[in-house]
Protein backbone atom coordinates (compact mmCIF):
# COMPACT_ATOMS: atom_id res chain seq x y z
CA UNK A 1 0.00 0.00 0.00
CA UNK A 2 1.35 3.27 -1.06
CA UNK A 3 1.24 6.04 1.56
CA UNK A 4 -0.44 9.82 0.74
CA UNK A 5 1.85 12.62 0.11
CA UNK A 6 1.22 15.28 2.50
CA UNK A 7 2.49 19.05 2.25
CA UNK A 8 4.01 20.33 5.49
CA UNK A 9 5.26 23.47 6.82
CA UNK A 10 8.64 23.08 8.10
CA UNK A 11 10.14 25.82 10.51
CA UNK A 12 13.17 25.84 8.79
CA UNK A 13 12.59 24.76 4.99
CA UNK A 14 8.98 26.07 4.39
CA UNK A 15 6.87 24.11 2.31
CA UNK A 16 7.73 20.07 2.18
CA UNK A 17 6.58 16.59 0.98
CA UNK A 18 6.15 14.17 3.42
CA UNK A 19 4.70 10.53 3.55
CA UNK A 20 2.02 9.99 5.61
CA UNK A 21 3.68 7.26 7.06
CA UNK A 22 6.03 9.28 8.95
CA UNK A 23 3.52 12.13 10.26
CA UNK A 24 2.75 10.77 13.99
CA UNK A 25 -0.71 11.98 15.15
CA UNK A 26 -1.62 12.26 18.67
CA UNK A 27 -5.40 12.33 19.88
CA UNK A 28 -6.93 13.38 23.03
CA UNK A 29 -9.37 10.73 24.09
CA UNK A 30 -12.19 11.69 26.81
CA UNK A 31 -13.35 9.76 29.27
CA UNK A 32 -16.80 12.19 29.12
CA UNK A 33 -17.32 10.46 25.78
CA UNK A 34 -16.35 6.54 26.77
CA UNK A 35 -12.60 7.51 25.97
CA UNK A 36 -13.53 8.39 21.97
CA UNK A 37 -11.40 11.14 20.20
CA UNK A 38 -12.15 14.31 21.16
CA UNK A 39 -11.79 16.86 18.46
CA UNK A 40 -10.41 19.35 20.77
CA UNK A 41 -6.95 18.52 21.33
CA UNK A 42 -4.48 16.72 19.27
CA UNK A 43 -1.07 17.26 17.68
CA UNK A 44 1.38 15.96 14.96
CA UNK A 45 4.39 15.68 14.93
CA UNK A 46 7.05 14.78 12.05
CA UNK A 47 10.81 15.06 10.96
CA UNK A 48 11.09 17.14 8.13
CA UNK A 49 12.74 14.81 5.24
CA UNK A 50 14.55 18.38 3.78
CA UNK A 51 16.23 19.09 7.56
CA UNK A 52 15.49 15.76 9.64
CA UNK A 53 14.06 17.93 12.61
CA UNK A 54 11.48 16.92 14.40
CA UNK A 55 8.66 19.37 14.95
CA UNK A 56 4.80 19.21 16.36
CA UNK A 57 2.35 21.25 15.75
CA UNK A 58 -1.81 21.22 17.01
CA UNK A 59 -3.71 20.02 14.87
CA UNK A 60 -7.77 21.62 15.06
CA UNK A 61 -10.03 19.24 14.70
CA UNK A 62 -10.16 19.82 10.71
CA UNK A 63 -6.51 19.15 9.89
CA UNK A 64 -6.81 16.08 12.25
CA UNK A 65 -9.71 14.47 10.55
CA UNK A 66 -7.49 15.17 7.37
CA UNK A 67 -4.62 13.67 8.59
CA UNK A 68 -6.60 10.44 9.76
CA UNK A 69 -7.90 10.04 6.52
CA UNK A 70 -4.55 9.88 5.14
CA UNK A 71 -3.44 6.96 7.40
CA UNK A 72 -0.94 8.65 9.27
CA UNK A 73 0.56 6.69 12.13
CA UNK A 74 -2.27 7.30 15.07
CA UNK A 75 -1.89 7.63 18.67
CA UNK A 76 -4.64 8.01 21.85
CA UNK A 77 -3.63 10.32 24.74
CA UNK A 78 -5.06 9.56 27.91
CA UNK A 79 -5.28 12.70 29.44
CA UNK A 80 -4.75 12.66 33.57
CA UNK A 81 -7.92 13.36 35.45
CA UNK A 82 -6.48 16.29 36.86
CA UNK A 83 -5.74 17.99 33.97
CA UNK A 84 -9.30 17.74 32.88
CA UNK A 85 -11.40 18.07 36.37
CA UNK A 86 -12.79 21.35 36.74
CA UNK A 87 -10.83 24.32 38.57
CA UNK A 88 -12.15 25.53 41.22
CA UNK A 89 -13.51 28.80 41.77
CA UNK A 90 -11.63 31.24 44.09
CA UNK A 91 -8.35 32.75 43.67
CA UNK A 92 -5.12 30.75 43.28
CA UNK A 93 -3.41 29.59 46.68
CA UNK A 94 -0.89 32.04 48.11
CA UNK A 95 1.87 30.86 49.95
CA UNK A 96 0.60 33.27 53.07
CA UNK A 97 -2.42 30.84 53.14
CA UNK A 98 0.44 27.75 53.16
CA UNK A 99 1.55 29.53 56.15
CA UNK A 100 -1.75 30.25 57.77
CA UNK A 101 -3.05 26.55 57.39
CA UNK A 102 0.47 25.74 58.98
CA UNK A 103 -0.43 27.68 61.69
CA UNK A 104 -4.21 26.57 62.40
CA UNK A 105 -2.38 23.30 61.95
CA UNK A 106 -0.23 23.24 64.65
CA UNK A 107 -2.34 25.10 66.50
CA UNK A 108 -5.31 21.79 66.54
CA UNK A 109 -1.98 19.68 67.34
CA UNK A 110 -0.54 21.25 70.17
ZN1 LIG B 1 13.12 21.16 7.32
Redesign the pocket.
Same mark, same amino acid.
Given at each position: MTSEIIEVR? /?? #?GR?EIEAQEIRLCVEMSKRAGWQPTSTRAFYGLA #? /? !??? !?YFTREADAFTAELLMRAHVWIFSWYPSAEFVEPRPEGPPLRLDDLIDLHFELEGMFA
Amino acid at each position: MTSEIIEVRC /PN #CGRVEIEAQEIRLCVEMSKRAGWQPTSTRAFYGLA #C /P !ECD !EYFTREADAFTAELLMRAHVWIFSWYPSAEFVEPRPEGPPLRLDDLIDLHFELEGMFA
